[in-house]
């Protein structure tokens, strides 16, 4: 498929493309690296089950914590340093096609995330208060993170299908796929990623050369207008 020139238009600049593009594959590094650094202590807690007692039990809890606290580190500067930043690189070059999911990744990463860790410390004041009105307090909380999230999700799952407009790489398409997939399984989710990483070099690889990118969308011809020259 044919391809125009690596052009600005819909008011950005290919500057912003780039930017964007280089922002989503750290950010798609760093979601890769939290995964696997969160499934070796996930591991670890599975290989410190032959020790019993309280050694036993000390040893899971520190591994827990260790991959919980890592995991939420590297996914907290995904999210805020590069993805967030990289949809309104990418809104900043086409709005038409990036604003609505810049928004939604936006509001649904950053609303959802604030409210679950504001749930998780109402369920830790639970524990100490004995209170259960504070328990269904987080619940509900929890919930409407969980609401917030499923949103910035649809945020990224946009996103992915319009770079495939815009760059013209397939892979960004299945990574959308498996981020869909991904909500039920997982692991796919992580694959995704993957996908994202490799596509989005490829992109840059592909400006860098003074490749291609996706022509604007045709406007409407104006009234009494003669037709286009056929190609």
Do not use: C, H
């Not at 019993?52 to 890592?70: C, E, K, P, Q």
């Not at 299908?161 to 498996?178: N, P, Q, R, S, W």
């Not at 991904?182 to 003074?210: D, E, M, P, Q, Y």
């Not at 990118?213 to 409407?220: K, L, N, S």
């Amino acid at each position: 498929m044919a391809y125009a020139p690596a052009t600005p238009y819909g008011g950005g600049n290919v500057m912003e493309l780039r930017e964007g593009l280089e922002k989503l594959k750290k950010a798609a590094l760093l979601y890769i690296v939290s995964a696997l650094l969160t499934g070796i202590g996930s591991m670890a807690l599975l290989s410190s089950g032959a020790l019993s007692g309280a050694t036993g039990a000390l040893s899971r809890a520190i591994g827990m914590f260790v991959a919980a606290l890592v995991g939420a580190i590297l996914g907290l500067a995904a999210l805020f340093a590069f993805l967030v930043p990289s949809f309104s690189s990418l809104r900043n070059y086409d709005t038409s096609r990036f604003g609505t999911p810049a928004k939604l990744v936006k509001i649904g990463y950053g609303g959802g995330l604030v409210l679950f860790f504001i749930a998780m410390l109402l369920f830790v004041a639970a524990i100490y208060a004995k209170s259960l009105g504070v328990v269904f307090a987080g619940l509900g909380l929890f919930g409407i993170a969980s609401i917030l999230l499923f949103i910035g999700m649809i945020g990224i799952i946009m996103g992915m299908f319009k770079l495939k407009e815009i760059t013209g790489e397939g892979l960004f398409t299945a990574a959308g796929v498996l981020f869909i997939v991904g909500i039920f399984v997982s692991i796919l989710t992580f694959i995704a990623w993957i996908l994202v990483f490799v596509a989005a070099g490829k992109a840059l690889n592909r400006i860098g050369a003074g490749g291609y990118v996706a022509p604007p969308p045709a406007q409407p011809a104006a009234p009494g207008a003669p037709p286009p020259p056929p190609a």
